[in-house]
DNA sequence: TTCGAATAGTTGTTTAACTAACTATATGCC
DNA sequence: GGCATATAGTTAGTTAAACAACTATTCGAA
């Protein structure tokens, strides 16, 4: 049975994700010490809108693997913090495109600088090719359960 | 730099911990299927009391990576449901100890053979000592930034 | 021995996830 | 064209996480 790699006792870490958990907290330290008004969940948000502006936010449900209401009250709170606004899309009036405000494009370097700092932060000690074999067995995982 | 390993645009799912999240909803379902009225983080803090029952409060923030406000609503809930019992300590008046009712003993069997199942649907097609360097990987990580 | 610091736990507030139930618009089939 | 169905988004309710401020008890050192 190649794939019961897992016996009773050693299922802990691994379903409760402690690892990301702790790189949240870090960046969102960060990004308190920074001023930067972000909570981790909006940074993840604007993090799509720097790659695509104006885009629905059924798109940014599957961008961030959040669900619907999820997304309507990140929205909510980002609208509130005058960092996006929703514009009714003219070819189909069901839609909200999601658009940055200028505010909101003057977080993205400052924002992606702490990101990465934390990341390198995290991975020190850790060889890049076990980087990589990590990233590919969470991305299968996370296929497997999609 | 050999540490630098994330360039832009690769950070975001090792930041928001997306497989961890999946694995943790199917396991939920899994649970609402078998009609285990738990969540995962109730769960979580059963797993560590099965295997020592009668821990402190305390011991249980450092278990399960939770500060102690979540804690305390954890087992505010848990004795809503009957799961668990608060017995002062006598050596010690400040805490107190948590202690597993039978109902909450019966669940354990049942709901490991679920988290079992779910990890190993989780990890098919991913070779056993991939598993091991990914484990080793995010213990870094945790170790990191602890 | 007593007073200040540390430790254990609680409460209040904000943000977010998930489910279910809901409204509004669009699509497609008869 | 009209109605069933699917899609986009919202609202309500419960659970949980993080942080700050708080109470109660214990420890330790002058």
């Known amino acids: 049975m190649p794939n019961n790699q897992f016996k009773k006792g050693e299922l802990y870490s691994f379903i409760t994700g402690k690892a990301s958990t702790a790189i949240a907290r870090r960046l969102q330290k960060k990004f308190n010490s920074a001023q930067l008004n972000l909570t981790i969940e909006q940074w993840s948000v604007l993090y799509h809108l720097w790659k695509e502006d104006g885009i629905s936010q059924q798109e940014l449900c599957n961008a961030t693997f959040r669900d619907k209401p999820s997304i309507t009250r990140l ?10 606004k929703r514009v009714a899309s003219k070819e189909d009036r069901r839609m909200n495109m999601i658009y940055l405000t200028p505010e909101a494009r003057k977080m993205q370097e400052a924002s992606m600088e702490l990101a990465e700092e934390t990341l390198n932060e995290a991975l020190i000690g850790v060889p890049a090719d076990q980087v990589e074999i990590c990233k590919a067995v969470l991305q299968i995982v996370y296929d497997n359960l999609k």
Chains 1, 2 share one sequence.
């Open 75 to 84: 929205v909510d709170n980002l609208e509130k913090l005058k960092l996006v």
